[in-house]
């Protein structure tokens, strides 16, 4: 049985939303698809800017002009030279504090069809950690320091790209596909019951959350 449209998009909204990182995707017309809470509530975006079909652009000025990116000569050509940035689709990882004091990682994914799946990554406490470090190294060996820096580095890559890669299936040309491959890419099970109890719809997740469970639990 197949999930009407508004259920598919209401599972992925929620699936989406489990995840504790931040995750927009644009079509390759730099457009909105669709994003999760975490993005809103990160970056403190109005309604108008999470909403489907939002530009790119209008989205990097707002964050340009409130200052987001640190002070810039001209805003402008910021905001262009991002936009320029996204347009060429490749794959992209920085780093930078934001005008709170918080430190966010921003890595880039590009999909095959064309357009992006950003994931954001607060790593305030990381980078917090790595400043203590520091500020003990005539205690600590430079070896242990790289060490723990790299393992942090490590453990922040492996997550965004276990989350975005997962995205990268999703088709951004049919939306029902593309909103069941969200759900598919959820560490929770997502399910669909309908009134006589029963199974029309399960993401793949159910085995691995209840160990031994039946792969194939449709009806």
Same mark, same amino acid.
């Given at each position: 049985m197949t999930l009407p449209e508004d259920a598919i998009n209401r599972l992925t909204r929620t699936g989406l939303n489990l995840i504790q990182q931040a995750i927009s995707i644009f079509d390759s017309d730099l457009r909105l698809v669709v994003c999760n809470k975490r993005y809103q509530e990160m970056f403190d975006f109005p309604d108008e800017f999470v909403r489907s079909?939002? *530009?790119? %652009?209008?989205?990097?000025? $707002?964050? +340009?002009? !409130?200052?987001?990116?640190?002070? &810039?000569?001209?805003?402008? %050509?910021?905001?262009? @030279?991002? +936009?320029?940035a996204a347009r060429a689709? +490749?794959?992209?990882? =920085? #780093?930078?504090?934001?005008?709170?004091?918080?430190?966010?990682? +921003? #890595?880039? $994914?590009?999909?095959? #069809?064309?357009?992006? /799946?950003? &994931?954001y990554t607060?790593?305030? *406490? /990381?980078?917090? @950690? @790595?400043? =203590?470090? !520091?500020?003990r190294s005539a205690e600590l060996s430079e070896e242990l320091l790289s060490h723990s820096e790299r393992l942090s580095e490590a453990n922040r890559a492996l997550s965004a790209a276990i989350t975005a890669l997962e995205a990268t299936k999703?088709?951004?040309? %049919?939306? *029902?596909?593309r909103m069941r491959l969200t759900t598919e890419m959820m560490p929770a099970h997502i399910a669909h019951v309908d009134r006589d109890l029963r199974y029309t719809y399960t993401n793949p997740r159910l085995s691995s959350v209840i160990p031994g469970s039946p792969s194939q639990i449709i009806g």
């Open positions: 079909g939002v *530009e790119f %652009e209008r989205t990097i000025r $707002f964050l +340009v002009n !409130r200052g987001e990116y640190g002070p &810039v000569d001209t805003p402008e %050509e910021a905001i262009q @030279q991002r +936009v320029r689709f +490749v794959p992209h990882y =920085m #780093e930078r504090m934001r005008p709170n004091g918080r430190w966010v990682s +921003v #890595e880039g $994914f590009p999909l095959p #069809e064309g357009g992006w /799946v950003t &994931v607060d790593i305030t *406490e /990381v980078r917090s @950690q @790595q400043m =203590m470090l !520091r500020a999703i088709q951004l040309t %049919e939306s *029902e596909a």
